[in-house]
T-cell receptor, first 115, second 119 residues
Framework: DAGVTQSPTHLIKTRGQQVTLRCSPK?????VSWYQQALGQGPQFIFQYYEEEERQRGNFPDRFSGHQFPNYSSELNVNALLLGDSALYLC??????????????FGEGSWLTVV | AQTVTQSQPEMSVQEAETVTLSCTYDTSESDYYLFWYKQPPSRQMILVIR??????QNATENRFSVNFQKAAKSFSLKISDSQLGDAAMYFCAYRRASISNFGNEKLTFGTGTRLTIIP
């Protein structure tokens, strides 16, 4: 049973560029959330997607957007990259419909470096 | 807004000994979940233990147990018989509970405690 998978593992971008990160949820999971973890900090909630719609959002600017596909996979897009966007981006999934819905599982993250 | 505070940036413990990591939180909600996650150098967040606020009994998972004090808003993690593989960053996290499945997905994390195991 594959867990939460994310790609790419590492990437380097230049200020002002755009980036897309991808996430496949754990099998049987139907909601995906994204977190940003800066070095030495705890993860910060960006947003949640369920039924292909953004359902909850943290305190992040509109430069951060996302998408969820019919197969429950998700993308995180960040436009006009800033140096401060350098961080580990974690994807998390959960089964809203199902008996084990309260446990959230995380992927290994995508390291983004903005230069 | 909910906040989670971990006041111990670093802790160390001798192998096979017991260590307790502290966590306090602030919320006006009566129903919520609390979690301890472990983040090893691989960076993947791994769930260690979970506590439902409505349950008075403290959760236990093998060598890991919690001391949940709801009135004091305290949620500490005790690791018994510490092993080298326990070395990691440990994060305390909060998530509100609600009847609806929407609006309660957000996990609020503390800043973490780095645990070192001394052989």
């Amino acid at each position: 049973d594959a867990g939460v998978t994310q790609s790419p593992t590492h990437l380097i971008k230049t200020r002002g560029q755009q980036v897309t990160l991808r996430c496949s949820p754990k099998s049987g999971h139907d909601t995906v959330s994204w977190y940003q973890q800066a070095l030495g900090q705890g993860p910060q909630f960006i947003f949640q997607y369920y039924e292909e719609e953004e359902r909850q959002r943290g305190n992040f600017p509109d430069r951060f957007s996302g998408h969820q596909f019919p197969n429950y996979s998700s993308e995180l897009n960040v436009n006009a990259l800033l140096l401060g966007d350098s961080a580990l981006y974690l994807c998390a999934s959960r089964a809203i419909r199902g008996k084990s819905g309260n446990t959230i599982y995380f992927g290994e993250g995508s390291w983004l470096t903005v230069v | 807004a909910q906040t989670v505070t971990q006041s111990q940036p670093e802790m160390s413990v001798q192998e096979a000994e017991t260590v307790t990591l502290s966590c306090t939180y602030d919320t006006s909600e009566s129903d919520y979940y609390l979690f301890w996650y472990k983040q090893p150098p691989s960076r993947q967040m791994i769930l260690v233990i979970r506590q439902e606020a409505y349950k008075q009994q403290n959760a236990t998972e093998n060598r890991f147990s919690v001391n949940f004090q709801k009135a004091a808003k305290s949620f500490s993690l005790k690791i018994s018989d510490s092993q080298l593989g326990d070395a990691a960053m440990y994060f305390c996290a909060y998530r509100r509970a609600s009847i609806s499945n929407f609006g309660n997905e957000k996990l609020t994390f503390g800043t973490g405690t780095r645990l070192t195991i001394i052989p």
